[in-house]
């Protein structure tokens, strides 16, 4: 540190000429917070993003290895579907338990570090998912992807709250959770050239014997090399990452401070723990991510069977999943750009969650019509997944301060990730060609989070007009201290 100050870099250099040079003018931090924010995004936003997708293919290719013989060597065939469901619901069970007590403890070490180990961590477990024999070594790779899964994906949220503003944040989570959208598309892409190619003596129906085992290996391995290089390149937090010079740091935590202010650094409060626990809005945006998981789950792990059904082979099924992954990354970050811009989440999250209702609802009621089938997967997925990136965007702010949102966050993705639970068994192949079940809950589900995402936003637009009566209107940007009641604080305002 000592160095970097007798030996400025051309960056600093840069910048204090240019504050020296600017101090009278007003424009001239706004200036340097661009640089700032273009700067964090180089290097923040392809890391996490290719992390995203890189766990979201180790997630969720077992759909794409069911199709590729995986079943028939490691269940017996499994004709009911009863052991894969099993299988896929695996991951949750461990996903769930970890995940409060993982993002909670995040806090207490360097994010870089943490977010590496959790990704070689899942890397080494989705690689050996390609040595598995049978029922009971695949539950084991299932529960320990989840353990590792379940320290990255709340963490990241909170991970953002330290480098973006609340204006900022929407879009910079459609970017990420975009990339669950893009592993969609590019799992399909993947299975559909691993199946072409063939791999091991050939199987009438499936393709190559060995083509599941190479698919994992394919989709593991990068996971695990990324995490190595996210050990060294992925910033820290913005009071001590060295990729960030002197001036820059202070503008960074001028950010991290602007309309909050309270538990920074390695520190846990006890209080916010139990505030989090007791708050009825967290449980509430559980059940809206409940409702969409539910859905998520399901057109993960089943949406090249189901496209099967519209009398497709196989290999034509793993290729049609990509153009609707493709539109739902393109739609939630226009609608994400949208949210901030306007800063209302509400409105946005219930009506992706109807349109993904509506997609279930012509599933059900049309069930000869192969084209409306196949739009009403574009509603599905284009729907869920922007209710999900909407709503931790949503929460990333609304709850006030850093352990709330340690606590809270992954507190409603784990009540949320018990419905990826229920998605795994509603779909036996007992069920198919129509799967009047499946589409039937999904469908219902849907629409209960669009009632749960009205609620939480007239709540929203309730308590900020109390506020604003009781207390009067905080100045744009105010700094408010949020170390003891998190964002009951009379001055903090909701996003609604």
Aim: glycine share 10%; with cysteine; net charge neutral.
């Amino acid at each position: 540190m000592i160095d970097e100050e007798k030996h400025p870099s051309s960056d600093e250099r840069e910048t204090r000429s240019i504050n020296d040079a600017g101090d009278n003018n007003p424009t001239t931090k706004s200036d340097e917070e661009k640089r700032l924010v273009r700067k964090l995004d180089r290097r923040i936003l392809p890391i996490t993003c290719l992390l995203y997708l890189f766990a979201y293919l180790d997630r969720t290719n077992l759909g794409n290895a069911r199709l590729q013989g995986l079943t028939e060597e490691n269940l017996g065939g499994d004709p009911t579907g009863t052991l894969y469901d099993w299988v896929n619901s695996a991951f949750f069970f461990s996903y769930i338990i970890f995940q409060v007590p993982a993002t909670i403890t995040s806090k207490l070490f360097p994010p870089s570090y943490w977010i590496a180990c959790a990704a070689i961590g899942w890397g080494i477990c989705s690689t050996l998912m390609a040595t598995t024999f049978n029922f009971g070594s695949l539950i084991a790779a299932r529960v320990f992807l989840g353990i590792f899964e379940a320290g990255f994906g709340p963490a990241i949220p909170l991970y953002f709250s330290f480098f973006y503003t609340r204006t900022e944040m929407g879009l910079r989570m459609a970017y990420w959770f975009g990339f669950a959208a893009v592993a969609g598309a590019f799992g399909g892409l993947i299975a559909f050239g691993v199946q072409q190619v063939g791999y091991g003596p050939y199987i009438v129906g499936v393709g190559g014997e060995w083509d599941w085992k190479v698919l994992f290996l394919i989709e593991g391995i990068p996971a695990l090399l990324l995490g190595v290089l996210t050990f060294f390149a992925l910033p820290d937090r913005p009071e001590n990452t060295r990729y960030l010079n002197a001036r820059e740091r202070e503008i960074a935590m001028e950010r991290m401070n602007r309309g909050t202010s309270a538990d920074i650094g390695a520190v846990i409060n006890k209080e916010h723990i139990m505030i989090a626990l007791l708050d009825w809005r967290i449980y509430t945006g559980g059940m809206i991510y409940f409702g969409v998981n539910c859905a998520l789950a399901s057109i993960s792990a089943f949406l090249p069977t189901i496209i099967a059904t519209f009398g497709y082979t196989n290999a034509l099924a793993q290729l049609l999943t990509v153009p609707p992954y493709a539109v739902a990354a393109i739609v939630l970050c226009m609608t994400s750009y949208t949210s901030d811009r306007m800063q209302n989440r509400g409105l946005a999250v219930a009506g992706a969650c109807a349109v993904g209702a509506i997609g279930y609802l012509l599933l059900l009621t049309v069930p000869n019509n192969v084209h409306v089938r196949y739009f009403a997967v574009f509603c599905i997925t284009s729907g869920t997944y922007t209710a999900i990136g909407l709503i931790i965007a949503w929460f990333a702010h609304n709850l006030g301060s850093e352990t709330k949102k340690a606590t809270g966050i992954p507190m409603f993705m784990a009540i949320g990730q018990c419905g990826s639970i229920l998605g795994s068994h509603i779909y036996p192949s007992t069920d198919g060609p129509r799967y009047i079940s499946g589409f039937a809950i999904s469908c219902g589900l849907e629409a209960f989070a669009t009632v749960c995402a009205l609620v939480l936003w007239v709540s929203y637009i309730y308590d900020n007009a109390k506020r604003d009566r009781e207390y009067g209107r905080p100045e744009p940007g105010a700094n408010v201290d949020t170390s003891k009641l998190a964002d009951k604080a009379p001055m903090f305002r909701y996003i609604a």
